[in-house]
C-alpha cells in the first residue's frame, strides 16, 4: 500500500486588474478580479521540487495584465476563455485550466445631467462573475452574479412543514423573504452575447423574486431557475445558492404596540441556506464545469 | 495621587431595524444600523458595582425597535435626534447621548416597466449616515455619507512634491485617482430637509470630484468640501476622509507592450490616507459632534 | 426537451453554539460553528411549495442545541456524527445529511500560576474543523483545520522554472515562504481518537513545514501530505490548499541601505494558491466527502 | 462669512513590514502594520494644489521600511517614536506626526521539543498596539491591545438596574460574560521597557477579569484599568473598551431538557457597548494621545 500524489492545481488568486480604454475622450472602464488555476503534468514539481514545467503563478499573473493590453476586456466570458485557451494550448505542460473572474460595475458620474466622459462611481450591489474551464478541446462556460440582496415585504408564506420533537416554528402565512442570492448558469456550447444574456437573466431572476407568491424559499429558486431556462435556449443548467437572511417581528407588546409586520430585526446567524438547481432532462455530462479552487480543500 | 474613575460611556451598538410601511398596496422599507451610546450618573455601576440608575443596554435595544413603531423612520436624522432626546429628558441619569445611524438604500425590482410594490433590490453602494448628539438641551447633528467609491481615468495629476532622502516616487501628469469617500456634514441649528439636503450634497461631492482637475487628493477634497458650504447656508463645517486607492501602471514593456494609461493593477495596502474639512470663518464651537464610540479607545 | 428540477439541498448555516460543562468546579468550555445540509425527497418543496416533507432549518438549528446538551460537544466529528445520523435515520424525507463543524480554541486564563477554573482566553490561530456525510448507512468523516498562518524565514527556493513570452520573475535560492494552511483530511472507516490525532496530524504538517528545504510550496505540501499518511494508517486522504502569501523584499538601494533579506513587504493580492492531496495507491473512492454547501454555486 | 480650509492631515496607512533579523542561525522576526499621518503647513496644497511643502505619502512608506532597516523594530513604541521625530524635526512643514503601529506575534515552531530557527506559526489572539503622537517637542505615547477574547462562565451578574417602560429583560444572578478587549494606556513621560510592561500589563487585565466577581461589564472594566494603574506608576491613563459579546441561554425546555447554564447561543449583533477608564487625580493634560485617524470623519 503505497502513497502517491493525488489531485493538484495550483495558480494565481484575485489579481485586481483595471482596464481603462481611452482611444476618445469618453473612456470606457472595467475593473475585474481574476484568479487562474492550472493542473497537468506537474508530479515532479511536487515529488522532486522540480520546476522545469511549472508557469510560475507571477508569470499567470502578468499574463491577465498582458491579455487586458492585448485582448482587452470586453466581456469577461471572452476574456477568460482568451486565457484558458492560453495556457492549455501554449503551454506544453498544463492539460487543463479554470478562470474566474468577477467584474465590479461602474456607473459613470452625471454633471449638470450630462455623463461625464472619465469619471465614475462603484454601483455597488451584485458582482457579475464567469468561470470558464479549458481541458484540452473541451471547455465549459458559467456565467453568473453573486450578492443580488433582494427582499420583499410580503407574498411570502411557510407552513404545513414537517414537525419533529425539536420543532418550535410557528407557522406563518406573512412573513419578510429576503436573501443574497449568488446565480451561475452553465452555457451549453460556445458562443452567446453575453453582456445581454447576463442583463436578462438578471432582470428575470429578480422579475421571478417580486411575483411568485412564495410558499418556501425552494418554491421561488425553482421558479426563478426555470423561468432563465425557458428563456434561454443555450443554457443548459441554472444553479441558486440563497441564504434566507433571517428577519425576525420583534414583539412590541410589553410596550403596548401591536407590530403587524412592521418592524423587525435582521439578524445575521444562523441562517436557512437554501441550494436549488434547474436542468434539462436531456443534459450532457456537465464535467468539471462547477468546481472551484476554492471547494479544493 | 489617587486613581479616579475617568471618562465612561456605554450603549447597545449595531441595532439591524427594518421598517416597513404598509399602510398602503405600495409598501415603503427602511433599513437601518442604529447603535446609542449614553453617559451621566454611573460612578457607582463602575466603583460598586450599582445598577440602580443604569438603563440597561438591552433597554436602548427595545427603545430602537419601539421607535421605529412609534415614530417611523422617515429621515434618520429625525429618528436619531427623537432617540436621543428622549434617553437625555426621560432618564435622569443620562446626561448626554450619541445615537448613529447609518441607511441602507434599496430599489424597487421593476417588473414589466412598473415598479414593484412590495420587493427590492439592495442598491450597494454607499451608506448614508447620521450622529446625533444631545447634552441637555443642546444638540449637534452631523449627517454623512460613507463608502462613496470613484474613479477618474484621467484629470488628475502630482508633481512638485517636497524630496528628500527616502523620496523615489515620479512625478506624473496623468494618473487614476480612486477613492472611498466618507464624508460627514455638521448641521448649524436644528432643522433641515435632511433627505433633499444629503442628495444634493452627495451630487455636489460627485461633481466637483469629477470636474476639478487635481493636482492633489488634497485640492480635490477642499473643492468638495467648500462647494458643499457654498451651496448650504445650514452646513457649518464638513469632514471629508479620503484613503488614495492607488492604480499603480503595470509595466508591459517585457512583454512587448505599451501601456499608456491602459492597464492598471488595483492594489490593496498600504494606501494613503487623506483628510481635509472645510469651516466657516465664523463657525460656532463644534462641541462633541465628532465624536464617535469607535474612537474612544 | 423538458426543464426538470437538478440537485438541491438545505439546511442551517453557521449555529454558534457554546457549550459550558458545570458538574464541577473547574467548568469545561467549547465553543463551534455549526452547519447542517439536507437532501432527499424535496421535489414537491420546490414544485408545489408543499413543505409536507420538508424539515424546517429552524428546526435543525433547535437540534444542534438540543444535541450539545443531551450529547455534549467532546470531540467535534462525534458531535457532528450524532446530529448527521439522527437526520439520516429519524427524518423519512432525508436521504443524506452533512454536517460541518468549525472549533475555536480557549486557553485557561492563569492566575497567579494556576489555571483559572471558569475563565478562559480565546486562543486565536487556526481552527479546527470536521465535515461528516451521512448517506443511507455509509459515512465520511473529513478532519481539517483551517488558517495555521506559517512563516519561514529561510530554507525556500523557487528556481528553474518554465519560461515563457510573459515571465519575469527572478529566480531565488533564499526567500520567505508563508501561507494560510487548510488541511483535511478523510478517515477511513469510522473510528479513531479525534482529538488526539488531531493534534498530532497539525504537529506533523508544522515540522515539516519547518523541516523541509522547499523548492516550491508544492513540495512542501506534499512532503507535509505524505509524512502524515505515513504516521496514521487510518487516514485514507489529505488534502492541502495553501495560499502563497508573498514577501516581496523592499529595495531599500535608493536609501544608500543594503537588504538581504532583512525587510520585507508583506502583500495582500493577488496570491498563488497552490493545492496538493496525498492518497493511497489503494485508496476507495472517497465519494461525496469533499463536498461542501459553500461549491455548490 | 468666509468658507475656510479647517483641520486636515494626512499619511499612509498600514504598511505591512516584515522584519527578519538573520545576523545568527537563530533567526527573530517582527511583523506590524504600520500608519503614519502629518500635519502642518499644507494649506497650499488643498487651496492651490501646490506640492511644495508636501511629503508624498509614498516617501513616508519608504521611511517606515528604510527604518525597519536603520533603527530595526525591537519594541513598536521605539520604532513609532523614530519615526514621529523624524517626520517633525527633519521635514521643515511638519509640525505634527502620529504613527500608529499594530503588532502581529508568532510563535516559533517546536520541532522533535526544540524551537526551530526560522520557522514561526502565527499566534493570533490579540493584537499589541502603539500610537505615538509627536508634536514640536512634546510626545505622548500610548501602548495597548485589541481583540483579547476573554470570556467566563460563572462569576458574573446583571440585576438591580433602572426599569422604565421599555425595559424588559430578567435579571440575572449567573450568566455568561464574555468580550473583545481593546485597551490603551498612556504613558507619562518617555521611556519604559514597553515590551515587559506590556506583558504585565496584559496579565493585571486578564487575571482581574478572571478573578473580579462581576456585577456589571463597567464593575470589571474599572477594576481592570484600576489594577493596571496601581502597579504601574508611569502610566498616567488608561482606557478600555468592551463589546458585551452576548450568550443567549437556549431555551431547551420544549424538547424536554433543562439548561442550568449549559447551552449558550453565541449572538453576533446587537452588542453592548461597555467604555471606561481609570485616571490618576492629578493626571497632566491628555493632549491630542487619543486621537485616530479613523476619528477623523
Redesign the interface.
Known sequence: ??????????????????????DEAR?E?R?VNV?T?LWGD?DA???????????????Q???C??Y???HGIDEIEDYALALGRHFVE??D?VAGARVEVEEYA?DR?V??GRE?D?????????VRTAAVTVIGDAEWVVS?LS?????????SE????????????AETHDR?LATSL???WRWDGAGADWGAAHADVRQTL??R???VH???L??T??EMG?AV??THDGIA?I???A??KH?FV?D?A??G?D????????????????????????ASDPGPA????????
Open positions: 500500500m503505497g502513497i502517491v500524489l493525488g489531485r493538484n492545481q495550483y495558480g494565481k488568486a484575485e489579481c485586481r486588474v483595471v482596464r481603462v480604454v481611452r473612456h472602464l475593473d484568479s488555476c506537474f514539481a511536487h515529488t522532486d521540487g522540480d520546476q522545469t514545467r511549472v508557469l510560475p503563478t507571477d508569470t499573473k502578468n499574463t495584465y498582458a487586458a493590453k492585448e501554449d503551454v505542460s461602474w458620474i454633471v449638470g461625464h472619465h469619471s465614475w462611481a462603484r454601483r455597488g450591489g451584485e453568473g450578492d443580488l440582496v433582494v427582499v420583499k415585504s410580503t407574498g411557510f407552513a404545513g412543514f414537517l414537525r419533529d420533537r425539536y420543532t418550535t416554528l419578510v449568488t446565480a451561475r429578480v422579475e423574486f417580486a411575483d412564495s410558499l418556501a425552494q418554491q429558486l425553482w426555470r431556462l425557458e443548467e444553479r441558486l445558492s441564504p434566507n428577519h420583534v412590541l410589553p410596550f404596540l407590530n403587524p409586520g412592521e418592524v423587525f430585526h435582521a439578524d445575521d446567524r444562523p441562517y436557512g441556506l437554501i441550494q436549488a438547481s434547474a436542468t434539462r432532462d436531456d462547477w468546481e472551484t479552487s476554492e471547494a479544493f480543500a
